[in-house]
C-alpha cells in the first residue's frame, strides 16, 4: 500500500509541429526566419530608396539652418550682492549698538520695488521698443522728460531727406520739422538725432510705455533668490540680447546698493541726532545732580558722620576752603582766649591810670609813692600810645 498521494507526472507531450505554411518559407529563406540580419536585403532596400533618403536629408538640414537663423539664443547674466547682516543682538551687545537694516526678505522686497527699477528703466530706456533692430541707431539718442504721452509713434523722412514728419500709429500727424530739429516735444520727447543719422524715405516706428509698465515687465523678468542665512542675493535675467542684459544687470545692482546705501545713510543720520539728544539730556541731568549733590556736602559738612573724608573730597576746593575757614575760626577763638585771660590777669593786678591817662606799673607807682602830688609823665606821646593790655 502506498502513501504516495501526489498526483504521477505527466508524460512528456511533444510539441506540434508548426504550420505547413511556416514550414513552407523556411524551406524559401525568407530572412524572419533565419538566424540574423541579412545585410544584402538592406544594401537593396537603401538603393532602392535613395532619392527619397536624400531628399529627406537635404529638407532636414534646411530646415535646421533656418531654424538657427529665425530661433534667437537665450542668454542669461547673472549677480550676486552680499548683504551685511548683522547679529542679533545677544547678553553681550550694548544698547546704542547698530542692528539689522532690513529683514532679510525685505531686501528682495526693496530690489524689486520701483524705487529702484523706475531709475533703471530711465537710465536704460527700458521704456522704448523699436520695431526693428536697425532703427537702433536713430533711436539712441531718445530721451524723455518726467511727462510724456506713451503710445506707438512713426517718424518718416521724406524722399528728399530735407523734412520729417512724425504721426502716431494711425496716421494721426503730430509735428513737423527738418533735420537737426528737436523731434516730439509736444508729446514729452527729447530727441534731437544727429546729422546723418535719419536718411532720405527712412520710416522709423518704436512704441513708449510707461516708466511704471515697463517696471513692472522688468519685475517679472527678474529671478531672485535669497540664501537662508540672508547673507548673498542673487539676481539672473534672460534675453535675447546678451549686451542689453548684462548691462541691465549691472544698472539695478548699481541702483540696489545705492538705494541701500542711502537708506542706511540716512537711518545713522537719524540715529546719530536721537543720541546726540540723549546725550544732551544725560549731561545736563549728571550736572544737575552735582550741583544737587555738592549743595548736599556743604549743607550736611558739619554734620557728624561714621566715615572719614575721602581722598577726593580733601581735592575738593570747595571743601579745602572750608576746612581752611574752621581752622581760621578755631585759631581767632583760641587767640581770644588768651587775650580775655591777659585782660583779666591786668585788673586783678592792679594796674592805675595817672591823671593824663599814662598807665604805670607797680615798680613806676613805687618810685613816685615819696613825691607827694608828682605829676605823671608820659613815655611816649599821646599819639603813639600803645595801650597796655
Not at 164 to 193: K, Q
Not at 207 to 228: G, P, Y
Not at 308 to 325: E, L, N, W
Request: charged share 25%; with cysteine.
Amino acid at each position: 500500500m502506498t502513501t504516495n498521494n501526489l498526483p504521477a507526472p505527466l508524460a512528456s507531450v511533444p510539441a506540434p509541429e508548426r504550420a505547413a505554411e511556416t514550414q513552407a518559407f523556411r524551406r524559401a529563406g525568407f530572412p524572419e526566419y533565419e538566424s540574423g540580419l541579412d545585410w544584402r536585403r538592406a544594401l537593396s532596400a537603401v538603393l532602392r530608396f535613395k532619392w527619397v533618403i536624400l531628399l529627406v536629408t537635404v529638407l532636414g538640414t534646411a530646415a535646421g539652418v533656418a531654424a538657427t537663423r529665425v530661433v534667437r539664443p537665450i542668454y542669461s547674466a547673472q549677480a550676486t550682492v552680499w548683504i551685511d547682516a548683522a547679529e542679533r543682538r545677544g547678553p553681550d551687545r550694548g544698547p546704542i549698538r547698530q542692528s539689522q537694516l532690513l529683514d532679510p526678505q525685505a531686501w528682495v522686497d526693496l530690489l524689486k520695488s520701483y524705487v529702484v527699477l523706475d531709475q533703471v528703466i530711465r537710465d536704460e530706456r527700458l521704456f522704448l521698443e523699436p520695431q526693428s533692430p536697425a532703427d537702433a541707431a536713430a533711436l539712441a539718442a531718445l530721451r524723455v522728460t518726467d511727462q510724456y504721452r506713451p503710445g506707438a509713434y512713426r517718424l518718416t523722412v521724406d524722399e528728399a531727406g530735407r523734412a520729417w514728419t512724425l504721426t502716431t500709429s494711425d496716421g494721426l500727424e503730430l509735428e513737423r520739422g527738418a533735420p537737426g530739429d528737436s523731434i516730439g516735444t509736444r508729446v514729452g520727447l527729447m530727441w534731437a538725432p544727429a546729422q546723418g543719422t535719419l536718411t532720405p524715405g527712412q520710416r522709423v516706428d518704436f512704441t513708449l510705455a510707461t516708466l511704471r509698465d515697463a517696471a513692472r515687465r522688468l519685475m517679472e523678468s527678474l529671478d531672485v533668490q535669497l540664501d537662508l542665512n540672508g547673507n548673498f542675493l542673487r539676481l539672473e535675467l534672460r534675453g535675447s540680447s546678451a549686451v542689453t542684459i548684462t548691462e541691465v544687470v549691472n544698472a539695478v545692482v548699481e541702483r540696489y546698493v545705492s538705494v541701500a546705501a542711502q537708506l542706511k545713510r540716512e537711518r545713522l543720520t537719524e540715529l546719530t541726532r536721537i543720541l546726540d539728544e540723549q546725550l544732551s539730556y544725560a549731561r545736563q541731568t549728571l550736572r544737575d545732580a552735582e550741583a544737587a549733590l555738592e549743595s548736599f556736602r556743604v549743607r550736611t559738612i558739619t554734620l557728624p558722620s561714621d566715615r572719614g573724608a575721602s581722598a577726593d573730597a580733601a581735592r575738593d576746593p570747595v571743601f579745602t576752603s572750608f576746612f581752611d575757614a574752621q581752622i581760621e575760626r578755631e585759631q581767632a577763638r583760641r587767640d581770644r582766649e588768651v587775650l580775655e585771660q591777659l585782660l583779666a590777669q591786668a585788673r586783678d593786678s592792679g594796674i592805675s591810670r595817672c591823671p593824663g591817662g599814662h598807665r604805670f606799673g607797680p615798680a613806676q607807682r613805687g618810685a613816685l609813692a615819696g613825691a607827694e602830688g608828682a605829676q605823671c609823665e608820659a613815655r611816649r606821646p599821646p599819639d603813639a600810645e600803645v595801650p597796655l593790655l
